[in-house]
């Protein structure tokens, strides 16, 4: 069974068009997997569809064979939790350091002290930021305040990583650093689905890639082989 199955599913906006239109593809756990298009061709509102942060107008959503639009509210959290959730903007904590916002999930989730602390001190380095945790985000380059949303979208070990343009406001030494932490999460069995409007994440190898336009989706031929969608 595949871990995340779209069948023919469409999203409406109240008062916008159809923002995806009948769009069914699969993705396998541990796949990494691209999603491109133009500006306003959908790719953010995939991912929140994928999240579960959003729920589909029609079509079925199947997440690890539950269907999110079926879910009862109250085990939303518990599906969330498979996901760690990358934004192009952060949506860090500026009035915190380093070490406060990563542990803030776990927190969430019931987790306190020193295993905790642990789990901060371990996802700070595995972004290479463990020697600034108590330094503040503002002080932080723009490559190491994403390092810092990735690790702590990581600290609650998230089996999918879900990433809207990580590298978008990134020179290319600072994006093919973050692409390199991606790729070593991959490596270890995390499924990754992360939406790019440039090529340069795209030069990994053996990744698939979903391009929407205007809604609807293509695979790319080189891309589909193996799977099923």
Do not use: W
Request: proline share 3%.
């Amino acid at each position: 069974m595949s871990l995340i199955q779209f069948d023919q599913v469409t999203k409406r906006y109240p008062g916008s068009d159809e923002v995806l239109k009948k769009i069914s593809f699969s993705i396998e756990a541990g796949e990494f997997v691209f999603v491109t298009g133009h500006s306003g061709a959908g790719k953010s509102t995939l991912l929140k569809l994928i999240a579960a942060t959003e729920l589909s107008t029609s079509g079925t959503v199947l997440i690890a064979n539950q269907n999110a639009s079926q879910i009862k509210v109250s085990a939303i959290p518990f599906l969330r939790r498979r996901f760690g959730l990358i934004f192009q903007d952060h949506k860090l904590l500026y009035d915190r350091n380093c070490f406060e916002n990563v542990i803030l999930p776990l927190h969430i989730n019931g987790i306190f002290g020193q295993e905790a602390a642990k789990r901060v001190r371990a996802a700070l380095d595995k972004v290479g930021l463990l020697h600034k945790e108590k330094a503040m985000p503002i002080t932080l380059s723009g490559g190491e305040q994403q390092r810092l949303a990735i690790a702590r979208a990581v600290v609650s070990r998230p089996s999918i990583l879900i990433a809207d343009e990580p590298t978008g406001n990134l020179d290319s030494n600072y994006a093919a650093e973050i692409m390199a932490i991606f790729d070593a999460f991959n490596q270890v069995g995390v499924t990754v689905i992360m939406a790019t409007h440039d090529a340069l994440g795209l030069s990994a190898q053996q990744s698939r890639v979903l391009r929407l336009n205007q809604g609807r989706l293509s695979e790319s031929p080189s891309s589909t082989q193996g799977h099923a969608s």
